[in-house]
């Protein structure tokens, strides 16, 4: 499973860095699933909608778009306006990578390409519209969904 902090959607991008260095992988996945477990409660989210989150697929529910909307929020990702926050998205990506060049520089396109889409003004349509930017940025820069962190 992903520390699909960034997740969701960013989760794509940002957990498609490979991570290495001082990054604590376990510590990561405990507290994303942390955060992850308050979010399905307080959104009402189905054991389908995490299941679905941790496959990387796209959320078949309202709630499971709430889901990684209310995680985005929870990881600072996403602002109260719905809107995504790159230079925090990028903070993560850095500690994530230790900031290798290599894998900034991949983080930072996929991040720019994705930043000032139009989205839904629901937070929740607007997660999983970031996501499937993500997820295409992802996919456009070689990275598939068989990646490991």
Known sequence: MAKFWMSLAVMCAIGA????????????????????????????????????????????????KCLRACLMKKFEVMNDSGKFVADVALKHVEKVTDGAVDKMQVASEIINACADIEVSSDHCQAAEDYGKCFKQQANAHGINENYQF
Do not use: Y
Request: proline residues 2%; negative net charge.
């Open 17 to 64: 860095v490979v991570v290495q260095g001082g990054f604590d992988k376990k510590e990561a996945i405990a507290k994303f699933m942390t955060k992850a477990s308050d979010c399905k409660t307080n959104v009402g989210a189905a054991d389908v909608d995490m299941e679905e989150l941790i496959e990387r697929k796209p959320a078949s529910t309202m709630e499971g």
